[in-house]
């Protein structure tokens, strides 16, 4: 039988991507905000079950409806992978708008965590399954004018990683993804020297389908990068 796999923002970048990777070997749990991104992701998805819904990942109610859809498709979500996020607004920290900067926790955090709410139980019910959080390598080196998603990737990062202790006796695992540049439409201008998104999504995928333990972090930089402490 086929695991399923649930992958948020899986219309751009690193999530379609693993979505394409997966397709062949898994079934497909995917929503994104894009219309227009999912019907032309939908369309190269071949020889694969399913199930997507396009809405606002920080909108409790739907991110619920969803959840309850792909389980009454699928009965059960072998692997969340919380890629959602995105870093909308950069100020100095004196400059920061407070409602940029909940909106980017309620982006890059909260959503996850409510995310990780909805499918727990189903994991813990058969004793098995994988959270992967997709965070970033500013959890590791922080830059100016990122505080805002900095601060919100650094508290997924704590969250993940207590986590990751609290469901180990269900034998859940927790894999914490830390991409550096990644030459996908969340960056304004593209750059060849950055990783591929296919490049991330091909470690994440080793990461589903290891069966000896858990991987807890990955931690991948292009070459072009120098921030590493």
């Not at 079934?27 to 998805?45: F, I, P």
């Not at 990942?57 to 409806?65: A, E, F, L, N, Q």
């Not at 959503?111 to 992967?132: D, H, N, R, T």
């Given at each position: 039988m086929k695991k399923t796999v649930l992958i948020t923002g899986a219309t751009d970048g690193i999530g379609k991507a693993l979505s394409l990777l997966l397709s062949k070997e898994?079934?497909?749990?995917?929503?994104?905000?894009?219309?227009?991104?999912?019907?032309?992701?939908?369309?190269?998805?071949?020889?694969?079950?399913?199930?997507?819904?396009c809405f606002d990942?920080?909108?409790?109610?739907?991110?619920?409806?969803?959840c309850e859809n792909v389980k009454e498709k699928f009965g059960t979500i072998d692997v969340l992978v919380n890629n959602a996020g995105a870093n909308t607004k950069k100020d100095k920290v004196v400059d920061i708008n407070l409602d940029d900067l909940r909106y980017m926790f309620e982006l890059n955090c909260v959503?996850?965590?409510?995310?990780?709410?909805?499918?727990?139980?189903?994991?813990?019910?058969?004793?098995?399954?994988?959270?992967?959080n997709?965070?970033?390598?500013?959890?590791?080196?922080?830059?100016?004018?990122?505080?805002?998603?900095?601060?919100?990737?650094d508290a997924m990062e704590g969250i993940s990683k207590i986590l990751l202790k609290e469901v180990k006796p269900d034998h859940i695992g927790v894999c914490n993804v830390y991409p550096g540049g990644t030459?996908?439409?969340?960056?304004?201008?593209?750059?060849?020297?950055?990783?591929?998104?296919?490049?991330?999504?091909?470690?994440?995928?080793?990461?589903?389908?290891?069966?000896?333990?858990?991987?807890?972090?990955?931690?991948?930089?292009?070459?072009?990068?120098?921030?590493?402490?």
């Open positions: 898994y079934n497909l749990a995917l929503c994104g905000r894009s219309e227009e991104k999912m019907k032309d992701l939908m369309m190269q998805l071949h020889d694969c079950d399913v199930y997507s819904e990942i920080t909108d409790d109610k739907k991110r619920h409806i969803f959503s996850a965590v409510g995310m990780i709410q909805e499918i727990y139980p189903l994991m813990a019910e058969k004793k098995q399954g994988l959270f992967v997709i965070l970033s390598t500013c959890c590791l080196f922080n830059n100016p004018m990122a505080g805002s998603y900095s601060a919100a990737k030459d996908t439409n969340f960056r304004a201008n593209a750059n060849p020297n950055y990783l591929k998104p296919e490049t991330v999504a091909k470690m994440i995928k080793a990461c589903i389908e290891n069966e000896e333990g858990c991987v807890h972090d990955i931690v991948i930089r292009p070459f072009i990068e120098d921030n590493m402490a």
